[in-house]
Nanobody
Framework: QVQFVESGGGLVQPGGSLRLSCAAP????????VGWFRQAPGKERERVLCSTSSHGTIEFAESVKGRFAVSRDNAKNTVYLQMNDLKPDDTGVYYC??????????WGQGTQVTVSS
């Protein structure tokens, strides 16, 4: 199975920005759908955005529209989640996976994003 590795999280003040990275060592991401998900404390994991296999974008979370964007760097075999105007409700562990939705069993460690003043 593809093991995805997330990075780039951290502590940021409200209104700040972060860029998360998603890599899959040994696999080429260019032809894969790559979804970003997050899990807030005490809540279930939710879909955020997805870069489809044809490199379109699906926005799942209404709360991130206009603030988050997904992009790819094929030369670096990396998919990014650019997060702007961060809000405390964006706090959580962010994951990427080779799906836009549905069941996935091989979640990575994720990367923690904390939005707090």
């Amino acid at each position: 199975q593809v093991q995805f590795v997330e990075s780039g999280g951290g502590l940021v003040q409200p209104g700040g920005s972060l860029r998360l990275s998603c890599a899959a060592p040994g696999f080429t991401l260019d032809s894969l759908a790559v979804g970003w998900f997050r899990q807030a404390p005490g809540k279930e994991r939710e879909r955020v955005l997805c870069s489809t296999s044809s490199h379109g974008t699906i926005e799942f979370a209404e709360s991130v529209k206009g603030r988050f964007a997904v992009s790819r760097d094929n030369a670096k075999n990396t998919v990014y989640l650019q997060m702007n105007d961060l809000k405390p409700d964006d706090t959580g562990v962010y994951y990427c996976a080779p799906i836009c939705s549905g069941r996935y069993l091989y979640w990575g460690q994720g990367t923690q994003v904390t939005v707090s003043s």
